[in-house]
C-alpha cells in the first residue's frame, strides 16, 4: 500500500501500478508519491500507540452481504506488485483503505473476492497494528508491511468470524489482505516485497 522516498528509484515496476480510471487521486503514473501524501494527510488523525484495525458492524440493519459494486462505491483502487521469493511478481487490484471509517468495515460481509483482489491499509506512520475477523465470511491471508515494502509477517488462512486478534509481530506502516491461500500457491513470504 507506499511512503517511498521521492528519490527512491522505481525502476522496472514503475509502468506497471496503473489504477483503474487515470484521475484517481490515490494513485497516477506521473505522481509516483501520491499514496505518501494521502498517507500523510490521514496521519492527523492517528498518532501513536496501537492502532486497532477491528471491524466494528458498518453495514446497515438487515444488510448482511457486500459485493464488488458495494467496495468500490466505498473505497478507491489501486494496483500493487509483489515481488515473490521465486523471482516472480505478480500484480493485484486493490481497494484502499484509508479512513478510520473504511478500515473499521474492511472485507466484512463480503462473500467473494476476486484470486487478483485484496484490500489495501493505510497508515501514517509505523504502528503495531491488529485485526481480528468478526463478520468476515472468508477466509483471508493478511500481510502486515514494513514502510520500505517489505513483509514483516504473514497470517495466512484466517478463521472466518474469528474474535482472535491477528497482529503484527513489529511496527508496520500497511496491511493487505488477500484471499486465503494466494501467499503459500504464489510463494510470497517474509522475503517477498511489495511495491505499490
Known amino acids: ?48 500507540g496501537w492502532i486497532f484495525a477491528v471491524f466494528t458492524p458498518f453495514a446497515a440493519a438487515g444488510q448482511d452481504t457486500a459485493d464488488a459494486g458495494d467496495l468500490a462505491e466505498a473505497f478507491a483502487s489501486s494496483t500493487i506488485i509483489i515481488e515473490a521469493e521465486k523471482d516472480a511478481c505478480y500484480r493485484f487490484d486493490v481497494y484502499v483503505a484509508t479512513s478510520r471509517e473504511q478500515q473499521r468495515r474492511g472485507l466484512m460481509y463480503v462473500r467473494r473476492l476476486p ?40 497470517e495466512a488462512n484466517t478463521e472466518p468470524f474469528s474474535l482472535r486478534s491477528i497482529a503484527a509481530v513489529e511496527p508496520v506502516s500497511y496491511a493487505l489482505e488477500l484471499n486465503a491461500g494466494v501467499t503459500n500457491k504464489l510463494q510470497i513470504g517474509t522475503g517477498s516485497r511489495v511495491h505499490f
Open 115 to 154: 484470486q487478483r483482489s485484496g484490500m489495501l491499509f493505510i497508515y501514517p506512520e509505523p504502528a503495531m497494528i491488529s485485526m481480528w475477523m468478526k463478520n468476515t465470511y472468508i477466509s483471508l491471508d493478511i500481510l502486515f508491511i514494513r514502510e520500505d515494502g517489505t513483509i514483516a509477517n504473514i
Open 1 to 48: 500500500m507506499m511512503r517511498w522516498q521521492a528519490n527512491q528509484p522505481r525502476g522496472y515496476f514503475a509502468h506497471l501500478g496503473r489504477t483503474l480510471g487515470n484521475n484517481d487521486p490515490l494513485y497516477d503514473h506521473k505522481r509516483p508519491d501520491s499514496l505518501q501524501e494521502i498517507s500523510k494527510k490521514t496521519g492527523r488523525l492517528w498518532r501513536y
